[in-house]
């Protein structure tokens, strides 16, 4: 009897090889060597069972270890590679097998009834929001096209007074099975009814008004409930508003994207609104109480005298309602930006250059009183 070849060298990998290696060198080499795909090939037949056999040993951990360490005597007593003496365990190859037979006849396995109820197709919509919509909330309306059941036919698909007949290829179940000789047994696959599309029935008069579908297009108006605080780019699921399902399965869903609409002056980050509020030299220099606008409505606000520009403070709890928690809300912070006047009269220039004159000469004590006379002076001139 001929020596029996290296089981690593059979399948083209080196002694260390991982798992993958082994597993990927051995698909490749019966997908090549297949009886199935050479038939009347001795030679080729002859190369799967070695390269099968090869791997049924060093995909094993403990065979591969008994025969890394006493090489093809390790099962000289039948107990080892049974690929050839006790058998296969499918269990432990099945994978692989599935692997290469479901290339040679199109999958195999498992597979849902392809007229088994089935969740319908979702839609996406858009919707603009005004900037207060977003973050009070409000109902909307959107109009959706969707599938509805055809009350001509009452979704059957048949032209009234015929029915839907039993699809004498597969005879209802919407599946064929093919079985194909391998030399590993038969090997079962299931298709999809060519003949039917996988519904189990042929509709031979078509309701003319849905064409044999069972279903029209219909334009739809919804009312939408917008959530306080949703923030731009967000989506709302409307759950059973989508297209029908197959088989009485059940609707699927609308997904509705939020877009809101940029402020004239108000800038929403998360929670936070941010707002930039111009205000005098006169205001800045001597102080003021200032009329802020919020989205809740003008507020007061006393600011200090000596305030610089781009100081920023913090109106607490007149932001923006946070989504699935409306109670908390966020701040809103405003930034004071110092205008600078255009366009002087007279006398605003007048006033501006005894304040340089004074700024530059006086530094004492009656000098400060001097100031503060002046910025009354120009307090009403500036604003």
Same mark, same amino acid.
């Given at each position: ?126 919707? =603009? ?8 909330? +409000?109902?909307?309306?959107? $109009?959706?096209? &969707? ?8 979704? @059957? ?23 194909? $000789? ?19 029935? +042929? ?22 409930? +917008? ?13 059973? =508003? ?15 994207? +939020? ?49 610089? &520009?781009? @100081? ?19 701040? $809103? ?26 700024? =530059? &000469? ?14 009354? =002076? ?6």
């Amino acid at each position: 009897m001929a020596e029996k070849k290296d089981y690593y060298e059979t399948l083209g990998v080196a002694k260390g090889a991982s798992e993958a290696d082994i597993k990927k060198a051995y698909r490749k080499l019966a997908k090549q060597h297949h009886p199935d795909t050479n038939p009347d090939d001795d030679v080729s037949e002859h190369k799967f069972k070695e390269a099968t056999e090869a791997y049924e040993v060093l995909s094993d951990d403990n065979k591969r270890a008994k025969y890394d360490q006493f090489g093809h005597a390790a099962f000289d007593n039948g107990a080892g590679a049974g690929g050839f003496r006790g058998g296969f365990d499918f269990g432990d190859m099945g994978d692989v097998f599935g692997d290469i037979f479901g290339d040679f006849f199109g999958g195999g396995g498992r597979r849902q009834s392809s007229n088994a109820p089935t969740k319908g197709a979702n839609l996406r919509a858009n919707i =603009k929001l005004a900037f207060e919509e977003a973050i009070f909330g +409000i109902e909307k309306e959107i $109009q959706v096209t &969707t599938s509805d059941p055809c009350d001509t036919c009452h979704s @059957t698909g048949a032209k009234p007074g015929t029915s839907p007949e039993q699809c004498p290829t597969c005879r209802g179940a919407g599946q064929v099975r093919y079985n194909q $000789q391998t030399l590993f047994g038969t090997v079962s696959s299931v298709k999809t009814c060519n003949h039917c599309q996988g519904s189990g029935k +042929i509709i031979k008069d078509k309701c003319t008004d849905c064409q044999g579908s069972g279903y029209v297009r219909r334009n739809k108006k919804i009312s939408v409930s +917008i959530p306080e605080g949703i923030d731009n780019g967000q989506s709302i699921r409307l759950k059973g =508003k989508g297209e029908p399902g197959k088989n009485g399965g059940p609707r699927g869903d609308i997904l509705l994207t +939020i877009y809101i609409e940029p402020h004239s002056h108000f800038e929403r980050q998360d929670i936070d609104i941010h707002y930039t509020m111009p205000i005098s030299f006169a205001q800045a220099a001597l102080g003021d109480e200032l009329e802020v606008p919020t989205i809740d409505g003008n507020v007061k606000y006393e600011m200090k005298a000596g305030t610089q &520009t781009n @100081t920023r403070f913090r109106l607490k709890g007149k932001g923006v309602p946070k989504l699935g928690n409306p109670k908390v809300r966020g701040d $809103q912070y405003i930034t004071v930006v110092i205008e600078v006047p255009r366009n002087l009269s007279d006398k605003q220039t007048e006033l501006l250059k005894e304040f340089a004159a004074i700024s =530059k &000469t006086i530094s004492d004590e009656n000098g400060g009183d001097k100031k503060k006379k002046w910025y009354d =002076k120009v307090k009403d001139v500036f604003e």
